[in-house]
Each structure stands twice: as C-alpha cells, then as structure tokens.
C-alpha cells in the first residue's frame, strides 16, 4: 500500500501472530479484520480479540451460525436452547447475539428474506445472561463432536467447490453493541 490515498483498509488474520506480522509492514493500521468465528473457536480467538482491541481494530465474525448450520449435535447446542426458550428466540438469534456480547461485528449471508428479518430481530433481543454467555463458551471449548464433524465434512466440500465456481452471496452486516 504505497499510495498515500489510503486511509484505512481491512485484514484477514486468522491469529494474534499474523496481526503482529501485518501491521510491521502496512503503512496503515487495518481498520477492520474478518476472521471465522463462532463458539466452537472462541478460545483460540480470544488473545486475537485482545490484540485488536489494543490496536482500535474491529473484529467482524463471518460463518458464526457453524454450530447451527454445519456441526450441529455439539456441545454448544443445549445452552443455545436454553437461551432460546428464555428469549424466545431461535438458536441463529441466540449465537448471533452472543457474538455480539463479544464486542464482534456479524457479517453473514442471507438468501431468503425470512432470515433477513430472523437476524435484523437480534438487535431488539434482550441480552444474553453473564452465565448464558459463559455456558456457551464453556461447551464451545469442548469442540463439536465426532458426529458433528462428519457433517461439516460433506457439507463443506461442496460448498467449497461452489465457492472455487465463482458463486457469489449476499453479505449483511449487523451493528455490534459494545
């Protein structure tokens, strides 16, 4: 980035470490950095989350409904429904807003309006509870099961082979509350 017209732009890190290698050499501080994240990847991402923190970057989520969607069956799943019935909420309502509660910005895809409405709704929900949020992260630690994995493994391949095709999606971002 030679150009002294930029002004801010955005990463890619998926660790603390690859920050750290980035902002050596830009010439600007990435403003935002997209990394995967969801419960079942919170721990390693939380030292990123600190680091970006420290450097006024904003972390935004991408694929954080995968308990729900590619490894459903985890350990993530009873306190996600939990949540859900106090909130009267859907598990997607319940994980996005406990990406939310991590200070993350949701960026996610959206094809059918319904869910357009189902995730716009988050932002009214109520918060999750100190304890929601932490029985969360603790299932999340325990990683998704064996089942659970065998399922992300034929759902992935073939999205990742749409994706080599050129198929595109539609993106939304969701305000994060602080």
């Known amino acids: 980035m030679q150009s002294s017209k930029v002004s801010d732009c955005r990463s890619r890190c998926e660790s603390s470490e690859n920050l750290v290698e980035l902002l050596k050499t830009a010439k600007v501080v990435p403003a935002v950095n997209q990394v995967l994240f969801h419960p079942y990847n919170y721990v390693q ?13 904003v972390t935004e989520a991408y694929s954080s ?4 969607t590619k490894v459903s069956g985890g350990p ?27 200070g993350v910005v949701i960026v996610t895809s959206v094809t059918k309006k319904y ?11 109520p918060p999750l509870t100190l304890q929601e949020i932490l029985d969360i ?7 998704p099961t064996a089942l659970s994995m065998h399922v992300l493994a034929r759902r992935v391949v ?19 509350t602080l």
């Open 137 to 143: 992260e603790t299932e999340g630690a325990k990683g």
């Open 65 to 68: 409904l995968t308990p729900i």
């Open 158 to 176: 073939p999205l990742a082979a749409l994706t080599l095709l050129g198929f595109g999606v539609r993106w939304l971002t969701l305000p994060m």
């Open 45 to 57: 991402n939380a030292s990123l989350l600190e680091f970006s923190t420290k450097f006024n970057i």
């Open 76 to 102: 993530v799943d009873k306190p996600i429904q939990r949540a859900a019935k106090r909130l009267n909420a859907t598990p997607a309502q319940v994980i996005l807003s406990w990406v939310r509660s991590k």
């Open 115 to 125: 869910r357009l409405k189902e995730y716009l709704e988050v932002a009214d929900l």
